[in-house]
């Protein structure tokens, strides 16, 4: 069943669109995530669906009703503020009975319902406290207790976590997992952290400058980015602009043409045909090149490169190399695993090859020169915060 | 952590005894007089509550002190609310008469009081109005309304958008966000405002001065009477419990002080 | 890109409101403060007949204005305002950083005890100077008593008194804007100054006094203007014959022989006084935090 339904929805802040002609169904009980840098218009979004914002255009259905024009207050959807938003003046017990008391529910039906619900978010001995004085972790829990307790058709969450430290947020992920599964409540869960999307969601819409660019479930994205933003954004990737030299049954050949050396020639699988001499992208992710001092046995499916070591950064789960083939920098992560280790730990200026498997790369059908600056900047941003 | 060090130190100190002696030594003396059998201001001739017991049988006194609180409660009253609905004004940031309000609501600030009570006073005759306790009460909230509109407008600075966002996501309407949500945090700072305007109404003078009429005094009016009649010693019983309520007052409202202070 | 209908709805709702919620008080000041003012105008240019005012265009009063007998007011209560605001800065400006610097705790009783004096009522504050300068009061008992003066000295009903008094009164309001400011400060700095050898002296007058601006000329508004139209100090403990502008302006509403007329042309002259003191204090002062 469809819980959620928008159609050509658009927001217009002068001079941007915010969101920029949206169109997506999400399914009843889903947990679904907008994820994007900020900016990209998901938390406008998300406040269009819950009636903080008007849309410049378009219509959104909530259970199959066009609630457009409904205000914020006669909409079955709650909302988890990214501050929180408990009210000070209020205990714990009278912040989460708010809703039930506005909709004049008897009153020990309210308390049931309330200690009931303080009890699934952990809270039910913290019922007289004031928001002051409750650590962060014990605000988000009664922020989801007072929206939850209103039974609402769709919970939506707008970056949840981002107040909190890395090992609760963590901590609450799995929470909010658990509490997911446990109300089967529709979850549309706004971040600009892809491990938080990435981990939590049965599908993601990756959004950019107002528009959904991309939408499917995490190991899809993950797998078959399909553009260059969508590649960058979640996850590290080596980026290789390449032509089609040829095309084969199942692969096609592919050449890097240097500025500065002889550049290199590689095959890859593909979803799509191409056409021959087209300039494509290829994305490589890191963890997919295998690294080695010595020559690999020659393989039918490998595609193998020679280059140098560049720079090491010992990561503790894995460590980074860097390393330069021709005039392009990949990026290479080695788990640390001992049969796939080398005797001698490799060392900076060494000369290695670079291998991996034709399946492993991925054909994105856009040049990065298609890219406007503030794009790159905003993927440049995220990969630095991602990489601290 | 006092940091401060030598010159800082010692400078500091030694002023700020100095000020402290200056800005308590006259209260603490007429305190002491006022319980001096004396007729006059003149040396210790002993011990007496004569006067405190003069005071409480003075009708004069007593009507003063009706017409003062009257006049203080109403103009707090009117002028908090006014002020209330002011600031909620101010807070919507694309209100075009914006300007022309925190213009209009700032300059009585800024004017020497002199001038509000001069203007006020050929305003009434101008009218023909008889004037009395209605117009001391309409003189006392235009000053009171600037104060209470900028203490009220600084507390809603401050204000967390989402709060109300948070309720009518909860499902209140406008209205229930606004009485169960908006004005209990607005209180302080309403409290505040009243507080002001109660103090600045009691202590006022000079617009009294201008604006009342014969047979209407509040306290500060018979008080000057008083000195210039030369009834000293009631008047010494009568400030010292004046000064008295003061401190009550200023101990009970500690912690509206700041939200008052801060934009004086 | 267009605004959508809604969302134009929205923004003029929004103002409408706003203009329903400010309406009583702009109505009650436009009527209450606005309109007097324009009164006290309009009867500068009216003559008087000793008891009330005539309506019949003259510039007479205008003319009264630049007699010396009603310019030695004007420069009388301008130096009074200008020696109180300076003493109150040089009192006022130790205690401020002294509390400011003070810890949490100890700051709330300081600023109680600044502020019961400030709370405590105006005519009791100037009442409670006479009873300490009056002739028989406790200063001339306490010096008599020591033998350090024969006769009670004269310090009622001078211009000390009026100084003293004015100052006393004015201080807090001094006290306060100077307080906040200090206290919003970052002490570091002058840990850093020390640091490049500064010494207290230097670091006081090259970063302290400069960061603290706001709060000094918020400080001498708050006190430069009232003090220039205070009319009960004088009237209460100063000389008889030295009268300040606001006791002349006063006499000439209340006293027989009236002069309304004339009474609004000076505050009409104090009014503008006022404002050109603003407009200089705030003009400078912005364009020094327009520099900085």
């Not at chain 1, 809270?123 to 307790?149: H, N, T, W, Y």
């Not at chain 2, 001739?45 to 003062?68: C, H, P, Q, S, W």
């Not at chain 2, 018979?222 to 010292?240: D, F, K, P, Q, W």
């Amino acid at each position: 069943m469809e819980a959620i339904r928008l159609e050509n929805l658009s927001k217009a802040f002068e001079p941007l669109m915010a969101v920029d002609n949206v169109n997506l169904k999400i399914e009843q009980g889903e947990l679904y995530s907008f994820l994007g840098p900020s900016g990209c218009g998901k938390t406008t979004l998300l406040r269009m669906i819950a009636g903080f914002e008007v849309p410049t255009d378009g219509r959104i259905f909530i259970a199959g009703q066009d609630i457009t024009d409904v205000p914020a207050y006669k909409r079955k959807v709650n909302t988890i503020f990214q501050n929180y938003s408990l009210f000070p003046h209020m205990t714990v017990f009278d912040n989460t009975a708010f809703g039930l008391r506005i909709q004049k529910i008897r009153k020990s039906e309210i308390e049931d319902r309330v200690m009931e619900m303080l009890k699934l978010v952990k809270m039910e001995d913290q019922a007289a406290k004031f928001p002051r004085q409750l650590s962060g972790g014990q605000k988000q829990r009664i922020a989801i207790a007072r929206a939850l307790v209103n039974r609402p058709e769709v919970l939506l969450l707008d970056e949840p976590l981002a107040a909190l430290d890395l090992k609760l947020r963590q901590h609450m992920l799995i929470e909010l997992m658990n509490i997911h599964d446990a109300v089967g409540i529709t979850f549309i869960y706004v971040t600009h952290n892809q491990d938080e999307a990435m981990s939590i969601s049965d599908r993601i819409a990756v959004m950019n400058r107002g528009q959904i660019i991309q939408e499917g479930p995490p190991d899809d994205i993950y797998e078959r980015p399909q553009s260059i933003f969508a590649a960058y954004f979640i996850g590290d990737t080596n980026m290789i602009p390449a032509t089609v030299l040829g095309i084969e049954d199942n692969y096609v050949d592919l050449r890097y043409e240097s500025k500065t050396g002889e550049g290199f020639e590689f095959d890859s699988t593909f979803q799509r045909v191409p056409e021959l001499g087209q300039n494509i992208t290829v994305s490589l992710r890191p963890e997919k090149i295998a690294i080695s001092r010595s020559k690999p046995e020659d393989q039918e499916d490998f595609n193998v490169l020679k280059g140098v070591i560049e720079d090491i950064l010992y990561l503790g789960t894995h460590t980074q190399y860097i390393v330069r083939v021709d005039d392009l920098r990949f990026r290479v992560f080695n788990q640390h695993k001992r049969v796939y280790f080398d005797d001698k730990a490799l060392d900076w200026e060494e000369e290695v090859y670079l291998y991996w498997h034709d399946t492993d790369t991925h054909i994105i059908e856009e040049v990065e020169e298609d890219y406007r600056q503030e794009d790159l900047n905003v993927l440049d941003q995220t990969n630095l915060e991602s990489r601290h | 952590m006092n940091r401060q060090r030598g010159f800082y130190k010692g400078m500091n100190l030694t002023l700020f005894t100095f000020a402290m002696i200056f800005l308590y030594i006259p209260i603490i003396i007429m305190i002491v007089y006022s319980f001096n059998d004396s007729k006059i201001v003149a040396g210790w001739k002993g011990f007496t509550f004569k006067y405190y017991v003069d005071l409480m049988n003075n009708e004069n006194i007593r009507l003063a002190f009706r017409n003062t609180m009257l006049i203080a409660f109403l103009s707090t009253l009117i002028s908090t609310v006014l002020g209330t609905l002011g600031a909620l004004a101010l807070e919507n940031l694309r209100f075009k008469g914006r300007k022309l309000l925190n213009i209009l609501v700032f300059i009585p600030l800024i004017m020497p009081d002199i001038l509000m009570g001069v203007s006020m006073a050929m305003f009434y005759s101008f009218l023909r109005v008889k004037t009395g306790m209605l117009t001391v009460l309409i003189a006392h909230v235009t000053f009171c309304l600037s104060y209470a509109v900028i203490v009220i407008r600084s507390r809603l600075e401050g204000f967390d958008g989402s709060l109300l966002e948070a309720s009518m996501d909860l499902g209140a309407n406008p209205w229930q966000t606004f009485f169960k949500i908006k004005l209990p945090l607005m209180m302080p700072g309403i409290i505040a405002a009243a507080l002001l305007a109660f103090t600045l109404s009691i202590d006022d003078f000079i617009i009294t001065f201008f604006t009342t009429g014969r047979g209407f005094n509040t306290l500060p009016i018979y008080v000057e009477g008083g000195i210039r009649r030369g009834t000293i010693t009631t008047i010494n019983a009568l400030s010292s419990l004046m000064i008295a309520a003061t401190i009550v007052i200023v101990f009970l409202s500690r912690r509206f002080h700041k939200a008052i202070l801060k934009h004086l | 890109m267009p605004i959508s209908i809604s969302e134009q709805r929205l923004d003029e709702k929004r103002n409408t409101r706003s203009w329903i919620l400010s309406a009583p008080v702009i109505i009650w000041l436009v009527i209450f403060f606005l309109i007097p003012y324009l009164i006290i105008f309009l009867y500068s240019f009216l003559t008087t007949n000793v008891y009330d005012v005539q309506f019949r265009f003259s510039l007479d009063a205008f003319r009264q204005v630049f007699r010396p007998i009603y310019l030695k007011p004007f420069l009388l209560a301008f130096r009074l305002a200008t020696i109180t605001t300076a003493l109150c800065l040089i009192l006022g400006y130790p205690v401020a950083y002294h509390i400011a610097r003070s810890s949490q705790k100890m700051k709330n009783y300081l600023l109680l005890l600044i502020i019961i004096p400030f709370w405590t009522n105006f005519v009791i504050r100037i009442f409670s100077w006479r009873v300490f300068l009056s002739a028989n009061g406790v200063l001339n008992e306490t010096l008599m008593y020591f033998n350090l003066i024969d006769e009670p000295l004269r310090l009622l009903r001078t211009d000390l008194a009026v100084i003293l008094v004015t100052v006393y009164v004015y201080l807090p309001y001094m006290i306060f804007p100077l307080y906040s400011a200090i206290e919003k400060m970052d002490f570091t700095l002058l840990d850093a100054a020390r640091d490049l050898g500064a010494n207290e002296v230097t670091s006081f007058f090259k970063i302290t006094l400069p960061l603290s601006r706001e709060g000094i000329v918020a400080g001498i508004i708050l006190v430069f203007i009232p003090a220039l139209g205070t009319y009960v100090i004088p009237h209460l403990v100063g000389h008889q014959n030295a009268l300040y502008i606001g006791q002349i302006i006063t006499y000439k509403i209340k006293n027989i022989p009236r002069n309304w007329p004339l009474a609004s042309a000076l505050s009409l002259s104090l009014l503008i006084l006022v404002s050109l003191i603003l407009f200089f204090l705030t003009r400078r002062y912005k364009r020094e935090r327009k520099v900085s």
